[in-house]
């Protein structure tokens, strides 16, 4: 099948979503919750840090926060959220890296920093796997002129 759009991205949101329902309301529920952790991350870098066993982090968690806004709103606002949902599970990915670094410098808050990386290596997988499903569905279809 072939769609061709020309200024019409509510049209092609309508047909994506029609292809894997369930995969598009997921990544855009991922989407709403990268916008508050990186408003959280970005607005209270010092506390956001500090909870989550980064301590003197507050720079990564700044910037993991701007990511995270970058990413949450490609997959609110694009009508084809594969590459965005690569780009979260990549981020996840970096995160669990903060994790992995926070445990070897001996973070106080070591039980939380163990929890960080298992849960990242867990959501980086969850991520990627929903990103190629969004790639299938995209693909089911010979986008253009988009």
């Known amino acids: 099948?072939?769609?061709?759009?020309?200024?019409?991205?509510?049209?092609?949101?309508?047909?994506?979503?029609?292809?894997?329902?369930?995969?598009?309301?997921l990544s855009i529920g991922i989407?709403?919750?990268?916008?508050?952790?990186g408003l959280a991350l970005t607005l209270a870098p010092v506390g956001a840090a500090k909870f989550l066993g980064w301590e003197r982090r507050e720079r990564s968690a700044r910037l993991v926060g701007a990511a995270d806004l970058i990413i949450g709103t490609g997959l609110?606002?694009?009508?084809?959220?594969?590459?965005?949902?690569l780009a979260r599970a990549t981020l996840n990915a970096v995160i669990g890296a903060i994790y992995a670094r926070a445990l070897a410098d001996s973070t106080p808050r070591r039980k939380r920093a163990v929890g960080g990386v298992c849960l990242m290596i867990g959501l980086t997988a969850n991520d990627y796997l929903l990103s190629r499903r969004l790639q299938e569905a995209e693909a089911s279809y010979n986008l253009t002129d988009i």
């Open 1 to 25: 099948r072939s769609i061709r759009v020309r200024g019409c991205e509510a049209g092609l949101k309508a047909v994506l979503s029609r292809l894997d329902p369930h995969a598009q309301r």
């Open 76 to 85: 609110l606002m694009s009508p084809r959220r594969s590459r965005w949902m």
């Open 31 to 37: 989407g709403w919750i990268s916008l508050s952790i």
